[in-house]
């Protein structure tokens, strides 16, 4: 009985002193007497203590200030080449070199292993590109991709065999995770990286939806 009285007394100083954080402010004899025990070595006193408390969160804050660095520098390098691309697209003179321009900056400027544009309609001076394929919009081979193309949304991730083997054929075995895109009314490009983590479920979609509306944008000047 002892024992549980004095558990539930030392919940209710420890409650006493988080409502009144000014304590021991008042009796610093108190403060410098306390002890906080550690996981390894002799115990601490207890301004030793909030001493190495504050190092740790102040490490843990410049880390997560590291983190947002690399991140918003990251972004603003994808800022300026999606702008770059849109600029590439708005300066060719055919639907063919525009397609060309797409493949080429997915390829070199944001790595992809494997580039791959299918098209709804057949697109002139690109009957022997590898990385292009014409099909249909009614076609069944594409009834696999029918709620990704209804939907008008970037996919990232590990995609189903069946989408895997019309997308990427004999060389479908090299990719490991791909990001699709879909161009409205046009049809559909799909990256393909050779590294599983490249691409993945829930990663941010912002560059990717504005190059697939850049792409549908400068297409239509062609009728496309």
Not at 119 to 136: R, Y
Not at 147 to 153: K, L, R, S
């Given at each position: 009985?002892?024992?549980?009285?004095?558990?539930?007394?030392?919940?209710?100083?420890?409650?006493?002193?988080?409502?009144?954080?000014?304590?021991?402010?008042?009796?610093?004899?108190?403060?410098?007497?306390?002890?906080?025990?550690?996981?390894?070595?002799?115990?601490?006193?207890?301004?030793?203590?909030?001493?190495?408390?504050?190092?740790?969160?102040?490490?843990?804050?410049?880390?997560?200030?590291?983190?947002?660095?690399?991140?918003?520098?990251?972004?603003?390098?994808?800022?300026?080449?999606?702008?770059?691309?849109?600029?590439?697209?708005?300066?060719?003179?055919?639907?063919?070199?525009?397609?060309?321009?797409?493949?080429?900056?997915?390829?070199?400027?944001?790595?992809?292993?494997?580039?791959?544009?299918?098209?709804?309609?057949?697109?002139?001076?690109?009957?022997?590109?590898?990385?292009?394929?014409?099909?249909?919009?009614?076609?069944a081979r594409?009834?696999?991709?029918?709620?990704?193309?209804?939907?008008?949304?970037?996919l990232c991730?590990?995609l189903q065999?069946?989408?895997?083997?019309?997308?990427?054929?004999?060389?479908?075995?090299?990719?490991?995770?791909?990001?699709?895109?879909?161009?409205?009314?046009?049809?559909?490009?799909?990256?393909?990286?050779?590294?599983?983590?490249?691409?993945?479920?829930?990663?941010?979609?912002?560059?990717?939806?504005?190059?697939?509306?850049?792409?549908?944008?400068?297409?239509?000047?062609?009728?496309?």
């Amino acid at each position: 009985m002892s024992d549980v009285q004095e558990k539930l007394g030392a919940h209710e100083v420890a409650a006493w002193l988080r409502r009144h954080p000014q304590f021991l402010k008042q009796f610093p004899d108190l403060a410098l007497s306390l002890v906080v025990p550690r996981d390894e070595g002799p115990a601490a006193s207890l301004a030793s203590y909030q001493l190495e408390v504050l190092r740790d969160k102040n490490r843990e804050l410049a880390r997560r200030l590291q983190d947002l660095f690399a991140n918003a520098q990251e972004n603003e390098r994808l800022a300026v080449r999606t702008h770059q691309l849109t600029l590439a697209l708005m300066k060719q003179h055919s639907a063919a070199d525009t397609l060309r321009a797409m493949a080429a900056t997915l390829a070199e400027d944001f790595n992809g292993d494997l580039v791959r544009i299918v098209t709804f309609a057949p697109v002139p001076g690109l009957e022997d590109a590898e990385w292009l394929q014409h099909i249909a919009a009614d076609d069944a081979r594409l009834h696999p991709f029918r709620d990704f193309i209804a939907g008008n949304e970037p996919l990232c991730g590990r995609l189903q065999p069946e989408k895997h083997a019309l997308l990427y054929g004999v060389r479908a075995e090299e990719v490991q995770s791909s990001a699709l895109l879909p161009v409205a009314g046009v049809g559909l490009v799909a990256v393909g990286s050779r590294d599983p983590n490249r691409f993945f479920p829930g990663m941010g979609t912002l560059f990717l939806r504005m190059m697939c509306e850049a792409l549908g944008v400068a297409l239509r000047r062609y009728g496309s």
